[in-house]
């Protein structure tokens, strides 16, 4: 079985975790399934084999983010003929496999990693594209030949923003994990590069700076937090300037108040990650949309506790109590998702991370079974298995 795997992001050019789900699902499907993968992605040329990159189209390079990604859509599209099936990743991508469905009637398969409905906030970054990437989205999902949630929660959102699908055409896949790649490693040197103390007990964010992760909410909780708690926030890549300035004002207020503030901007290296997840107390995970949440998982593999919302897909991935602990919030349902009571969700994300960093001994036990939760529910060769099955079944049922 040939199938081509259409996505914005691709190593080395990986923002966020559908890139990461993309780069491990290759390798997983061509290990263990004997599936001829073939990788076409947005960006610049991939000295891999079996990997095709593509650029904006001439013209539209200074058009916007949306029109850009139809047009590189459209280029995909044109090279797929051939393949048994095509599976895009994020609606970036989503537009070439709809069209390499109309044009050469190959089935096509669409994994939900977010879903525009519910990221309305996406308007500011986009502007009219918001419109596009919605369009692009509901017409590849309404007539996708399959759908694969990340999670039950994500399966359900699904089916509420587009009432119009089949139920039994969504199945959910779980992300994985790499747990060599991802391991608990103490390099007390490595941290101490970053300008993190690795004696002091830390509470550890990683992640992009957008409404969805809900940093501003995590800034002020941790203002209540004990003097002594290093805050390490490992966060770049902002959507907008407004949500930059946001917490850039929240982040230098918070340094007035308390010392030990880390703020990293850059892109850390995949090492750089590991260890700084390694040396942390707990890890945080505010989010206020999250369909999964892989660096949860990540922070998982390397041993630390998981505090994180209750929304989304994160409840699945978290156990409460055992690998973490999950923050009740009551959100709005505009699709926005923001808490109705935002005081409350600060209160209670502060009271939870305040209880998990009193008993570092339990902490250590809590990231203990997150290690094993992930060593057993969340391999790459699972998933990897149970995606093929999807393949098979979407071919099975074509006439």
């Known amino acids: 079985m040939r199938v081509d795997l259409l996505t914005r992001e691709y190593p080395p050019e990986v923002y966020g975790g559908a890139g990461v789900h993309v780069a491990e699902l290759t390798a997983a499907l061509r290990s263990g399934t004997e599936t001829d993968v073939r990788v076409r992605a947005f960006g610049a040329f991939r000295d891999e084999p079996d990997v095709w990159a593509y650029r904006t189209p001439a013209g539209l390079e200074n058009a916007n983010g949306a029109l850009q990604a139809l047009g590189t859509d459209v280029a995909i599209a044109a090279d797929v003929a051939g393949a048994d099936i095509v599976h895009s990743h994020t609606w970036y991508a989503n537009a070439a496999g709809r069209i390499a469905q109309l044009t050469h009637g190959i089935p096509h398969v669409v994994s939900a990693h ?74 007390e040197d490595a941290v101490r590069a970053l300008g993190i103390d690795p004696g002091k007990r830390s509470v550890v964010f990683v992640g992009r700076i957008t409404r969805q992760k809900g940093l501003p909410y995590l800034l002020r909780a941790v203002a209540s937090l004990p003097e002594d708690v290093q805050v ?94 999950i923050v009740p919030i009551d959100q709005a349902q505009d699709g926005t998702g923001t808490p109705n009571d935002p005081d409350r969700f600060v209160a209670d994300l502060a009271a939870t991370l305040e209880e998990v960093l009193a008993d570092e001994g339990l902490a250590k036990l809590m990231g203990r079974a997150g290690r094993l939760r992930v060593e057993t529910e969340f391999t790459w060769d699972a998933i990897a298995r149970r995606t093929r099955q999807v393949y098979d079944e979407v071919l099975a049922q074509k006439p």
């Open 114 to 187: 977010s879903l525009e409905p519910l990221r309305p906030w996406k308007a500011e970054q986009l502007g009219g594209g918001y419109r596009l990437s919605s369009w692009m989205e509901r017409e590849a999902f309404e007539n996708a030949d399959g759908v694969i949630a990340v999670s039950k929660a994500m399966r359900a959102d699904i089916l509420r923003s587009y009432p119009s699908i089949d139920p039994a055409k969504v199945r959910v896949v779980y992300n994985g994990i790499d747990i060599d790649a991802w391991k608990p490693t103490v390099d």
């Open 232 to 325: 390490v926030l490992c966060a770049g890549a902002p959507d907008t300037p407004e949500i930059m300035a946001e917490v850039t004002e929240l982040v230098e207020s918070l340094r007035t108040e308390r010392e030990g503030v880390v703020w990293i901007d850059r892109m850390l290296s995949h090492q750089e990650i590991v260890n700084v997840l390694s040396s942390g107390t707990v890890f945080v995970c505010p989010s206020i949309y999250e369909p999964l949440g892989i660096v949860n998982l990540e922070a998982m593999a390397c041993g630390i506790p998981v505090v994180g919302t209750r929304t989304g897909g994160i409840p699945e991935v978290v156990a409460d109590g055992l690998t973490g602990r």
